[in-house]
């Protein structure tokens, strides 16, 4: 596709299930990215997946969070045991390496996540 | 620690001139991104510095100065679909992006 897109669009989920959030990043790039962010506030880093090197996790709040990237393509954010805090817009990226150095990110539409 | 600075909300009339500022404090620098945001929708992309000056884009204009650890985005010629949340983010030695918390700009008739 010509962009980034996310599924699903909206997920309600009841306190203490599990979920998947999935990213198809743009063909070619080599870096992804995972963000939260809650209503009228900025975005919140949670991992960075950059071609075939470790993830950084550095952004990840707890445990309950974890992600993969297979094939270096698609990734996927599952959220253990949800609990009302976790519910916000996830936002997914990524990016390719700009001449120079600078990583121009481009966004998918996000997957809200409402934990009731 | 690391912090990008900028205004929460601004309010500015249609056809006049805003800037937003932002400031920042972060370990190295790999250049200084803004993105327009509306709401509820994903942010987009919209001028890269890594040099100190102006890099002008049509009606929008952004500036950074390295030594000082500032940036600012310019909007001329307002107009209402201008009305959307501002992020600064700035790129660090790691090549992370470090986000502002965005500014509201909202645009009156």
């Known amino acids: 596709g010509a962009g980034v897109s996310q599924s699903p669009s909206n997920k309600v989920t009841e306190k203490g299930k599990d979920v998947e959030l999935r990213c198809d990043p743009i063909?070619?790039?080599?870096?992804l990215y995972w963000y939260r962010q809650s209503l009228g506030q900025g975005l919140e880093f949670l991992i960075y997946?950059?071609?075939?090197?470790?993830?950084?996790k550095s952004g990840l709040p707890s445990d309950r969070f974890s992600a993969e990237r297979t094939g270096g393509s698609v990734s996927t954010l599952t959220i253990q045991r949800t609990q009302q805090e976790d519910s916000a817009v996830y936002l997914c990226?990524?990016?390719?390496?700009?001449?120079?150095?600078?990583?121009?990110?481009?966004f998918g539409p996000g997957t809200r996540l409402t934990v009731t | 620690g690391q912090n990008i600075d900028q205004p929460t909300e601004m309010t500015a009339t249609e056809g006049a001139i805003v800037q937003i500022n932002c400031t920042y404090q972060?370990?190295?620098?790999?250049?200084l991104f803004w993105y327009q945001q509306h709401a509820g929708e994903a942010p987009t992309f919209l001028s890269y510095?890594?040099l100190d000056g102006l890099e002008e884009k049509g009606r929008f204009s952004s500036f950074l100065s390295r030594s000082k650890g500032y940036s600012y985005l310019l909007l001329k010629e307002l107009q209402m679909k201008d009305s959307a949340s501002y992020l600064c983010?700035?790129?660090?030695?790691?090549?992370?992006?470090?986000w502002g918390a965005g500014t509201k700009l909202i645009i009156k008739p």
């Open positions: 972060t370990s190295g620098f790999n250049g």
């Open positions: 063909s070619g790039h080599t870096a």
């Open positions: 983010a700035v790129m660090d030695s790691n090549y992370q992006l470090i």
């Open positions: 510095n890594v």
């Open positions: 990226a990524s990016s390719f390496v700009r001449a120079g150095g600078g990583y121009e990110q481009y």
């Open positions: 997946f950059q071609g075939n090197s470790a993830p950084d």
